[in-house]
Structure formats: C-alpha cells, structure tokens
C-alpha cells in the first residue's frame, strides 16, 4: 500500500525566508504528483501538477520538483509572505492506480 | 465556472439516520470522487468514479454508496450513520485522459458532518 510522509509536519518561519517542504512516498513508481494547500476550514486548492514527463512545474514563486527514481517531491516557496501562511498537501498517482494519495500535509505559519 | 459544489456545508445527523451528500461539477470532468478528511489521518478516498455509470471503492468504503447516472453529479449516501462517520468530506474532480496523463484536481469547499 502507498503511504506519503511530509515533512516536515509544521513550520515556522519570519517573512521573507525562502523555505522547502518534502513530500516521499513508499513506492517511487510515480506518475504524476500534485501539491495543494488548504486554508483553515477550506477546500484544497491546487497549486502545481507534475505530469509523468515532467521533473519540476513552476508557479510564480512556488517550484515542485518529482525525483522519480526515490519518489521524492519537494515544493520551494521563495520570499515567504503572512498568506502563505496554510496546510501544504502533496498527492501522487501510482503507475498501476488511478486514484491520488495523499500525504498528512506541513502546516506552514509565515510571521510578518 | 462555478467549480466543484457540494451541498450543505454543515449537518448533524443522529445515529442510524441516512442523508445524502451533494456534488456537482460543471467542468465536463470524467472522474469524480469523495474523500473524508479526519485530524491526523490526512485525506482517504471513499468512492470514485471515472466516468457516468461507472463507480468503484476507495479506501474506506464501508457504510457510504455512491452513482454516477450523469457527468455533472456524484451524490455520497450515508445508509445508516454512526459517530465513526464524524467528519469533514470532500468531492473532487479532474480531467481523466488517459495513460499516464492527468488533469489537475479540483475540489469543493467541503461538507461537515457530526454523528451523534
């Protein structure tokens, strides 16, 4: 069964600081993997799709990277800012699935 | 575009009672699905569909149904509540095309439920 870990679980960090979050999971045969974040009591909100031909997706300041052959992501936000401030989620499809699984999420505070 | 809907955004249900979740999407989407959000257990598939008339299981299927009879809707039912179904669901959509390409997944604002 694919589990995801993310870590790390929560942050804290003063504006402006550019920071990673880590996303890995048990089975590297990925396809796609997709970063959201979620705002308290909010839906998730997509922020980068990785397709399966693609080693990294960028979006302003945010930069997601797929390392296939360990099965590790990591999502890079430069020059944090206060509304950065939410819970960052990464979902992978597994080569053989069709479905998403999801990791436990990095709760992310950015202090002005 | 209005997105992914879901309706209500809160309910309270006593146990042994059934209700049904909505969903709607108007983004022409061929997969649709319905996950449950718990504190400290992340997002888990319940159901899914990739397409109208075709449903399948998630991870944790048991006590919920689901169909599929047009594009647009994905209505979860709970048959008969209990407080372990105490939580925050979530519908979402993407674009299926096929092979190892997959559009990016929408999702609606949620819906709370509590058991009591």
């Known amino acids: 069964k694919q589990e995801v870990t993310q870590i790390p679980a929560a942050l804290s960090v003063p504006e402006g600081e550019n920071l990673v979050l880590n996303c890995s999971f048990t089975?590297?045969?990925?396809?796609?993997l997709q970063w959201f974040r979620q705002d308290p009591g909010k839906g998730l909100t997509s922020l980068l799709l990785i397709q399966s031909s693609q080693r990294e997706q960028t979006s302003g300041r945010l930069n997601a990277s797929l390392d296939k052959s360990s099965g590790r992501s990591t999502l890079y936000i430069a020059a944090s800012q206060p509304g950065d401030s939410a819970t960052y989620l990464c979902a992978g499809r597994v080569s053989y699935g069709q479905n998403f699984v999801f990791g436990p999420g990095t709760r992310l505070s950015v202090l002005p | 575009n209005a997105g992914v809907t879901q309706t209500p955004k809160f309910q309270v249900l006593k146990t042994g009672q059934s209700m049904t979740l909505q969903c709607a999407q108007d983004m022409n989407h061929e997969y649709m699905s319905w996950y449950r959000q718990d504190p400290g257990m992340g997002l888990r598939l319940i159901h899914y569909s990739v397409g109208a008339g075709i449903t399948d299981q998630g991870e944790v299927p048991n006590g919920y149904n689901v169909s599929r009879s047009t594009t647009e809707d994905f209505p979860l039912r709970l048959l008969s509540a209990a407080p372990s179904q105490t939580s925050v669901y979530f519908c979402?959509?993407?674009?299926?095309?096929?092979?190892?390409?997959?559009?990016?997944?929408?999702f609606g604002p949620g819906t709370r439920l509590t058991v009591t």
């Open positions: 979402a959509s993407r674009r299926r095309f096929g092979g190892q390409v997959d559009g990016e997944q929408y």
């Open positions: 089975d590297s045969a990925i396809y796609n």
